[in-house]
T-cell receptor
Framework: DAKTTQPPSMDCAEGRAANLPCNHSTISGNEYVYWYRQIHSQGPQYIIHGLKNNETNEMASLIITEDRKSSTLILPHATLRDTAVYYCIVSSIQGAQKLVFGQGTRLTINP | GAVVSQHPSWVICKSGTSVKIECRSLDFQATTMFWYRQFPKQSLMLMATSNEGSKATYEQGVEKDKFLINHASLTLSTLTVTSAHPEDSSFYIC???????????FGEGSRLTVL
């Protein structure tokens, strides 16, 4: 599976949009971009995934660049409860069941 | 979404004893489950793939005789840490896929402390 690079930490003000970048320059054609988050001392939670089109659900939006070498997860109106470690993972649908986690981005939402 | 539950959520045991952690898929069947371990301030590390009705597949460096995995039914996988030592103290998390989107559902995690 392709490797991803994320900033180790980010801060965002409550109520503002949180934009979390992820680089995946070695992504291959059949690999999806998955985002999960882990709130302290809990199991990870699925957020969203996409192949090449932008995706949106009730939690977040995923913007994937045209060359698919990077993506951005957007939390449109961050709340304190969004403070967590966010993981960007690239994998094929088949391989996505066996996720390999990187270090992720520790997002802190400040009041 | 689908629910995966772990038990116990935390356990303290003496060095040398064995500890069993259960992972259940509550509202779906899972032929495959995954076990992760997470040390403080570190990311999740995949330990093994649990397969219903067959042997588990362990990641490189994970001792299969130390971490016994049993997937006896379509809704239950167990991880037994045998002869636990303080260095086995960690947060153990299981996950299971549902459907074919690649989405994984994770349990709440089980925190093991070995004294």
């Amino acid at each position: 599976d392709a490797k991803t690079t994320q900033p180790p930490s980010m801060d965002c003000a409550e109520g503002r949009a949180a934009n979390l970048p992820c680089n995946h320059s070695t992504i291959s054609g059949n690999e999806y971009v998955y985002w999960y988050r882990q709130i302290h001392s809990q199991g990870p939670q699925y957020i969203i995934h996409g192949l090449k089109n932008n995706e949106t659900n009730e939690m977040a939006s995923l913007i994937i660049t045209e060359d698919r070498k990077s993506s951005t997860l957007i939390l449109p109106h961050a709340t304190l409860r969004d403070t967590a470690v966010y993981y960007c993972i690239v994998s094929s649908i088949q391989g996505a069941q066996k996720l390999v986690f990187g270090q992720g981005t520790r997002l802190t939402i400040n009041p | 979404g689908a629910v995966v539950s772990q038990h116990p959520s935390w356990v303290i045991c003496k060095s040398g004893t064995s500890v069993k952690i259960e992972c259940r898929s509550l509202d779906f069947q899972a032929t495959t489950m995954f076990w992760y371990r997470q040390f403080p301030k570190q990311s999740l590390m995949l330990m093994a793939t649990s397969n219903e009705g067959s042997k588990a597949t362990y990641e490189q460096g994970v001792e299969k005789d130390k971490f016994l995995i049993n997937h006896a039914s379509l809704t239950l996988s167990t991880l037994t840490v045998t002869s636990a030592h303080p260095e086995d103290s960690s947060f153990y998390i299981c996950s299971a896929p549902q459907g074919n989107t690649g989405e994984l559902f994770f349990g709440e995690g089980s925190r093991l402390t070995v004294l």
